[in-house]
């Protein structure tokens, strides 16, 4: 992807957007609106060369294509924590959900299941 020229998929306003401009500067950035799996069938169309997205988006939308079809990098360009969303008028929800992130964090029940779902495809075998 680090060719000049290089044609590489983005979703306009992601972080992959910011990202792929900072460490490509040289290539041709192609923001896509949309969603799903929008950057894979751009790359797997020719329409891009590559693409950058949210790790666990492409892991999981790539598994609708044939095996082989995308080669994962296995670096990131940044990292950025996992968040849930609360409506505004809803702070016991918020207070809630905080406490409970932080217990399983605590607990290690965050990372086995990160590593469960995000960091591998074990999930596949059991849906």
């Known amino acids: 992807c ?9 979703l306009l306003g992601a972080t992959g957007e910011k990202e792929a401009k900072a460490a490509f500067p040289d290539a041709d950035i192609k923001s896509y609106k949309g969603g799903g799996p929008l950057l894979l069938d751009a790359v797997n169309n ?29 670096d990131l360009l940044s990292k950025e924590p996992l968040a849930f969303a609360t409506r505004y008028d809803e702070p016991d929800l918020l207070i809630w959900m905080n406490l409970f992130l932080n217990q399983v964090t605590i607990d290690g029940r965050l990372q086995k299941n990160l590593d469960y779902c995000l960091n591998s495809e074990d999930w596949k075998k059991d849906h």
């Open 46 to 74: 020719g329409q891009a060369d590559c693409g950058v997205n949210d790790v666990s988006a492409v892991k999981g939308q790539s598994t609708a294509y044939p095996a082989g079809t995308f080669t994962i990098m296995p």
């Open 2 to 10: 680090k060719a000049k020229g290089t044609k590489i998929a983005v």
